[in-house]
């Protein structure tokens, strides 16, 4: 055979000359692999919430080829006996069939089921990390606002997904989501009515918002995160501060090799997680509800988690009823669901405009803030954070009081206090933990590590060793600046210990010679 | 002399008088057993409940008189009158353990080692069946319930338990730290005399509201996705209480899993 010039070129390597040639590929694909991605564990959170999405669009299209949104009265003569002979929507008969009859159907379901709730949970725990890092500050406003609307459009996709099935659960969900709507002044009987055509979810409503659930809200969805991840591209992804990071650069590893294996190794290992959780944990069980009735309205009504706070808050507010009679009256469920929900979407949107405004803080970040040297923001997080988990606690206060021996009404009460108390209590809390926390790092960085050896001087005086981080001047002290990242606490930090073996089962690590010698005479061949 | 000869004649008289008497008495009587010999045969019966019911009665004025009072009377503000609650009732009450109840609360909680056993429960039930009459349970339960229809269950019980006891049987809460039960466990006979004598909160669901047939297509179905479903969807139900245990499996599995995970990938650079 004869050789061929240039002998490293593989096959590969032509084919890609080949290609570059005809679409000059080569240019930005050295830009795309050589683009520099920072390595922290709480950057990947986002990631879950991309990966769901992917995992949710294939395992949504297997099910639209099954499902049907049809409200058409069917008597059911499936697999599913208890159900035999019982009167249905054609919508809730092929959800039945999808999950009892396709092979791979009922896996398929939970599997969607599961990674919507995954998609909607690491959003809020990605959101969390920006906000607590302040991640969102100049220039990146624009890309927390998508963020906060992708949250708020994938709220109203799940809400949509689980009303699809028109089983006893969802259609409950629909008639409460009825009630808030028509519960907004002036307008509200009449977008009720535009929207639910009736005051019980009738015939229309299904296939309505099946169209918006397959279609519209995916869109929009795909089109937001799009953008969303454009942006962390072209802005450049923040980093923490550090030894070699500035505002002005981005230490890390290449998208490729590295980051890409890192990145299909996590895509991979976030779709095993959902397919174990959908072959082991059973999710919204539709054929236990029963087909939607409007007399029928089980116990434990709950909506998904990411709707649950909404509904504490409806169970929460006090049934405060604003009249003019005979001409307008305000019910009690505008203030939590609508005013609620308004305030919940809002706040957040214009969360750093207020910041920069209250701060007056105009320059740009590309460094990340540990949440304790901003105790302000980490403090309202936190409050926010608990009036939240109050608040979708409260959403299933009926299961607690239920299984914990509670009280509803006792459940009840604490909610409506703990929503108002706990939150002050927590943002003062976090406040003083943060200063506390400030304060230890500047002590460190003043007087040197604790080394747990404790001395007694000639005076009888106990003094606890420190291990200075630099020269100590004359007094003892260092006078070292903190730079925003971790200051080490313990002595092994800082090399007084070997480090730990490595390894995940066993060590990976040689024992070196010295060692073998020693175990040698300890064990009596000497 | 005289006056002692008169009295004995009287004596002779009256003893005359009481033998006529007795004999025809033995007459009247002999007679009346010969026409009538089923009269016996009820007595001897009435002769066996009134054990049953005095058993039943000494029970009651040990263990359930200081609140419902004498004969089942009820006292105000510490328990219901009887009179006329049935059997049905007073078995249901005694053989889930909820009476006697250790202590005046919300509900009378149930409880795995009941106080009497079946049979003095049945005494119980005697006595207040003595007292007032009242529901009873049929004696072809069974066969109704090995005839009922399951789908036809499952709608009943979605329109009539469903808002307590919640769509799987897991129980629900009510106001004021009552509570419907949740379903698992429990026996045909129990859930009958349940819904017959609406014990605790629970409505009464008198025969022409559910017909015993009816009756018994719910303890069919309850019995199905209690006992005879196999879980299809998982190994794990999350307990059957609907989003709010799914919402924190999310968050204690998955995103603890994915967390940890990152940590993991992120650390190997």
Redesign the interface.
């Known amino acids: 055979m004869k050789r061929r010039n240039g002998s490293s070129d593989s096959l590969l390597t032509k084919a890609g000359g080949e290609l570059d040639d005809r679409f000059k590929l080569a240019g930005p694909a050295r830009v795309l692999f050589n683009k520099v991605f920072p390595d922290h564990w709480s950057f990947l959170l986002g990631e879950i919430a991309l990966f769901s999405f992917i995992l949710l669009l294939l395992s949504g299209t297997f099910l639209a080829l099954f499902f049907e949104p049809s409200m058409v009265e069917v008597t059911y003569h499936g697999a599913y006996v208890p159900l035999q002979g019982i009167e249905m929507s054609r919508a809730y008969e092929s959800a039945l069939d999808l999950s009892f009859e396709v092979r791979g159907g009922l896996f398929m379901r939970q599997m969607h089921h599961w990674a919507t709730l995954l998609f909607m949970a690491s959003i809020l725990i990605h959101m969390l990390r920006i906000f607590f890092t302040g991640a969102f500050r100049a220039p990146r406003e624009t890309n927390w606002m998508i963020g906060i609307l992708l949250f708020w459009v994938g709220f109203f996709e799940g809400f949509f997904g689980y009303s699809l099935p028109d089983d006893g659960l969802s259609g409950t969900g629909l008639r409460i989501m009825e009630g808030m709507t028509a519960s907004v002044p002036f307008i509200g009987p009449w977008a009720s009515a535009a929207l639910f055509r009736g005051q019980f979810p009738g015939t229309d409503v299904i296939s309505m918002i099946y169209i918006i659930h397959v279609f519209i809200f995916p869109l929009i969805l795909l089109a937001l995160i799009t953008v969303h991840v454009a942006l962390v591209f072209i802005q450049k992804h923040t980093q923490w501060p550090g030894p070699g990071r500035t505002e002005h650069n981005v230490v890390g590893f290449r998208m490729f090799p590295n980051y890409v294996m890192k990145q299909v190794g996590f895509m991979l290992f976030i779709w095993g997680v959902i397919a174990a959780m959908a072959g082991l944990f059973q999710i919204n069980p539709i054929w236990l509800f029963g087909p939607y009735e409007v007399s029928v309205v089980s116990s434990a009504s709950q909506p998904d988690f990411y709707v649950m706070y909404l509904d504490g808050l409806i169970r929460l507010f006090p049934a405060w009823e604003f009249r003019v009679p005979p001409y307008f009256t305000l019910p009690a469920v505008f203030w939590p669901a609508i005013a609620g929900m308004g305030l919940s979407v809002l706040l957040p949107l214009v969360y750093p405009a207020l910041e920069r405004r209250f701060t007056k803080d105009r320059g740009h970040h590309n460094l990340l803030q540990r949440p304790r040297d901003n105790p302000g923001r980490t403090s309202l997080g936190v409050m926010v954070v608990v009036f939240w988990t109050v608040g979708a606690v409260s959403g299933g206060n009926d299961v607690f009081a239920e299984k914990f021996d509670i009280s509803l009404n006792a459940m009840t009460w604490a909610g409506r206090i703990g929503i108002v108390i706990l939150p002050i209590i927590a943002y003062y809390l976090t406040y003083r933990i943060c200063l506390g926390l400030q304060q230890h790092d500047r002590e460190v960085l003043a007087h040197g590590l604790e080394t747990g050896i404790l001395m007694r001087d000639p005076n009888g005086r106990f003094y606890e060793v420190h291990q200075p981080l630099a020269e100590p001047d004359e007094h003892g002290h260092t006078e070292l600046e903190y730079n925003g990242w971790v200051v080490p606490k313990k002595m092994n930090r800082v090399g007084a210990l070997p480090p730990t073996d490595r390894g995940f089962f066993k060590s990976i690590e040689e024992p070196s010679e010295n060692g073998a010698a020693r175990d040698e005479i300890e064990s009596g061949k000497h | 002399m005289a006056a002692s000869a008169k009295r004995r004649r009287g004596w002779r008289k009256r003893l005359g008088a009481l033998a006529r008497f007795t004999g025809a008495l033995v007459i009247v009587g002999g007679l009346y057993s010969v026409f009538s010999p089923s009269l016996y045969a009820q007595e001897a019966e009435d002769n066996a409940i009134d054990s049953e019911v005095v058993k039943g009665q000494e029970l009651y004025d040990t263990s359930c008189i200081s609140c419902h009072g004498d004969d089942g009377e009820g006292i105000e503000g510490r328990g219901p009158s009887l009179i006329g609650v049935g059997s049905a009732a007073v078995e249901f009450q005694v053989n889930t353990g909820r009476m006697p109840m250790a202590a005046q609360g ?1 509900q009378a909680p149930d409880s795995d080692y009941p106080v009497f056993t079946e049979e003095e429960a049945a005494w119980l039930g005697a006595y207040i069946e003595y007292l007032g009459g009242g529901a009873t349970v049929p004696d072809d339960l069974e066969a109704l319930v090995e005839n009922a ?7 009943l019980y ?2 009539n338990c ?7 049987g ?8 009552a ?2 039960p949740a379903l698992t466990g429990v026996s045909d006979e129990e859930i009958y005399q349940a819904m017959l004598t609406g014990p605790q909160n629970m409505p009464v669901f008198a025969d022409n509201e559910l017909t015993p047939e009816q009756k018994a297509d719910i303890i069919a ?1 309850v019995q ?2 209690v006992n005879d479903d196999r ?21 204690l ?3 603890t ?3 940890l ?3 993991w ?5």
């Open positions: 919300a229809n399951v789908g036809e269950g499952g709608d979605r329109v469903g808002s307590c006891h919640g769509y799987a897991g129980g629900g809460a009510l106001s004021s730290g509570h419907a179905y199905y996705i879980d299809p969807g998982g190994v794990f139900t999350l307990g059957r209480y609907g989003p709010s245990t799914e919402g924190l499996a999310i968050f599995v998955g995103m899993a994915l967390l995970t990152t940590l990938i992120a650390g190997k650079s």
